[in-house]
């Protein structure tokens, strides 16, 4: 019974890490979350890596930090959480893959929270009941038929596209199950 748990206890000792990458990464991305079988697979992805560079860490360090070895290979995972979130939400590592031509594709969750994180401008949001709000987007959701919009510095537009200014609103809290679409204003320059 003890070698049982001594090798449970090595077994976590060496997937914790990368565990705590894949629950960095979606802590501060905006993908949705996977199935749990995809999110053990991407963990024992994360786990190759960090053994890799682990073992790099190792082969080529000067002094024993084998004793240390827990320690470096949880700041190894944070590090590797934070790093692909930050790509991730930035789209830098995909941008200079489209410039390669390699692919055409985002690295953001969707088109819809592409749309938005591209293009920081006033928005209108086209209600499904005919009415049209302008604003500032803070948040929105992450997809299109499920979360809100939060906009500040928001105006009413009437039929003859007059803004009527919200004068004592500070934000104005949309839920997108009303919204029918989306303009994004060009911003003058």
């Known amino acids: 019974m003890e070698n049982l748990s001594t090798e449970l206890i090595a077994t976590l000792h060496f997937l914790l890490p990368g565990f705590i ?7 501060l991305t905006s993908y949705p979350k996977q199935s749990q079988f995809e999110r053990v697979i991407q963990a024992l992805i994360f786990t190759v890596i960090i053994q890799s560079v682990l073992f790099l860490l190792f082969y080529f360090s000067a002094i024993n930090i084998e004793k240390f070895e827990l320690i470096f290979s949880l700041i190894i995972a944070i ?12 789209d830098k590592f995909h941008k200079i893959l489209r410039k390669l031509k390699i692919t055409k594709e985002t690295s953001y969750a969707s088109e819809w ?3 938005f994180s591209e293009r920081v401008t006033y928005i209108v949001i086209h209600l499904k009941d005919g009415r049209r709000i ?5 948040e929105w959701p992450t997809e299109p038929n499920n979360g809100h ?8 537009i009437d039929d003859d596209n007059k803004e009527i200014a919200l004068k004592n609103v500070e934000n104005i809290l949309i839920d997108s199950s009303d919204v ?3 303009e994004f204003l060009k911003l003058k320059k």
């Open 79 to 90: 590090i590797l959480g934070l790093f692909l979130a930050y790509f991730t939400n930035n």
């Open 113 to 115: 929270f592409s749309a």
């Open 149 to 156: 919009f939060l906009l500040s510095d928001s105006s009413w």
């Open 180 to 182: 029918k679409l989306v």
């Open 134 to 138: 302008l604003g500032w987007p803070m």
């Open 21 to 27: 990458s894949a629950w960095i990464f979606h802590a």
